[in-house]
């Protein structure tokens, strides 16, 4: 199917689903299901928690539907009430920081790449998961938003409900942060390293 | 050494011109590398940002939900719109005793600093003893009527029921405190 038509149906969909038309709003789930449960897991790291709050997230969406300004992107919209609810959740929990050594657990979407290349980039993958956990809940939805969402400040300014000044200091403060903190955690590695290879002195 | 010490300013204005490189002209390329080359903790956190943007600019995996998310959604919503008449139906309540009790409080600061001592404690006695009566008429009334009335239809049939309680009581609290007036009024 083109992009046109599906772009026809997914508005189509959402004009039932406004109507009031619950078939057509879990069509729409079924669609943004993967975008909203990504964000949802980015920012909460964990999987049974990322299933309720983007489930939570459809809910407020379904109920909010009248408020659904058009002119905005529907995507844009569902992921900004996910992102607030995942904010929301973390300021609740005051979880700043996940213990390191449980690794985040990956489902790899049908975009997904091939095994050699997942194999090959999971434990980077892991140890930058680590570190984005670790960062203010903002300003990691901001870094999420950015890199596994591809958009642009003024797209995580909408989703944010920030500034677009905001939004580039977020990220310039998580981007410094993680830099910062990759260094740290690469000198503690090579410090482990070092005390579990080399010989012992009798 | 670092030899931006004392230029805190210009620091930080590198320090965004390395973490936003993206943003850059060519003129402000160089001028970030000239100063990378003299400032060794600028160098140092172009390295880290190198690194680090190399593992954010590579492809990253989406997580997926487990198979059967929208059908989860799907059954949830009867869950949860019913959870959600039950929240609204608690809120109608809340309301409700809310009012019903600044009424009262009202009610009461009035009629206790336009009367004696003697007629409150008689007043009093007389309501309580109506108060009581009433409520238990109300309970009989309730166990009878829930014993043959639908599930469906039980939910309005108390949200009807309170709100003619509370327009009764507001109207019965009104009348008192009319005929406690009038009565002063007279004397």
New interface residues.
């Given amino acids: 199917m083109s992009g046109e038509n599906v772009e026809h149906e997914l508005q189509q969909w959402l004009d039932e689903a406004m109507q009031g038309k619950e078939e057509s709003f879990c069509r729409l789930v079924d669609h943004y299901q993967n975008g909203v449960y990504n964000l949802c897991y980015r920012m909460l790291g964990n999987r049974h928690e990322a299933e309720d709050a983007a489930q939570e997230s459809f809910w407020r969406a379904y109920c909010n539907l009248h408020r659904y300004d058009p002119s905005r992107s529907f995507q844009t919209w569902l992921l900004s009430i996910a992102s607030h609810y995942c904010i929301d959740q973390q300021r609740k929990r005051r979880m700043t920081l996940i213990a390191i050594d449980e690794p985040f657990e990956e489902t790899f979407g049908s975009n997904s790449p091939t095994p050699e290349h997942v194999y090959s980039n999971n434990e980077q993958s892991n140890q930058m998961e680590e570190l984005i956990n670790t960062l203010k809940p903002t300003d990691r939805a901001a870094l999420v938003l950015r890199y596994w969402h591809q958009m642009s400040e003024k797209e995580i300014a909408d989703t944010l409900s920030l500034s677009v000044s905001a939004v580039k200091s977020r990220l310039f403060r998580a981007r410094k942060e993680l830099a910062e903190k990759m260094e740290t955690r690469r000198e503690e590695y090579e410090l482990h390293e070092r005390e579990t290879y080399e010989p012992q002195k009798i | 050494m670092n030899s931006m010490k004392g230029k805190p300013m210009n620091h930080k204005k590198f320090?965004?011109m390395i973490?936003?490189p993206e943003a850059l002209t060519a003129e402000e390329r160089e001028e970030v590398d000239r100063h990378i080359a003299t400032c060794e903790s600028c160098r140092?956190?172009s390295l880290?940002?190198q690194?680090?943007?190399r593992?954010?600019?590579?492809?990253?995996?989406?997580?997926?939900?487990?198979p059967g998310?929208?059908a989860?959604?799907?059954q949830?919503?009867e869950k949860?719109k019913e959870a959600?008449q039950q929240k609204q139906v608690r809120s109608f309540i809340t309301i409700l005793v809310i009012s019903l009790l600044a009424a009262v409080l009202i009610f009461a600061v009035i009629y206790y600093s336009t009367n004696s001592l003697e007629t409150i404690i008689k007043n009093t006695a007389n309501a309580s003893a109506q108060m009581l009566f009433l409520w238990e008429s109300l309970k009989a009334i309730i166990s009878t009527v829930t014993g043959f009335l639908p599930t469906v239809l039980l939910i309005p049939f108390l949200l009807t029921a309170a709100s003619a309680m509370l327009t009764l009581t507001l109207l019965w609290l009104v009348s008192i405190w009319k005929l406690t007036l009038q009565k002063e009024t007279v004397q």
């Fill in positions: 320090e965004q973490l936003t140092k956190l880290q940002w690194k680090a943007s593992m954010l600019n590579q492809p990253l995996p989406m997580a997926a939900p487990a998310f929208s989860r959604f799907a949830s919503i949860r959600e």
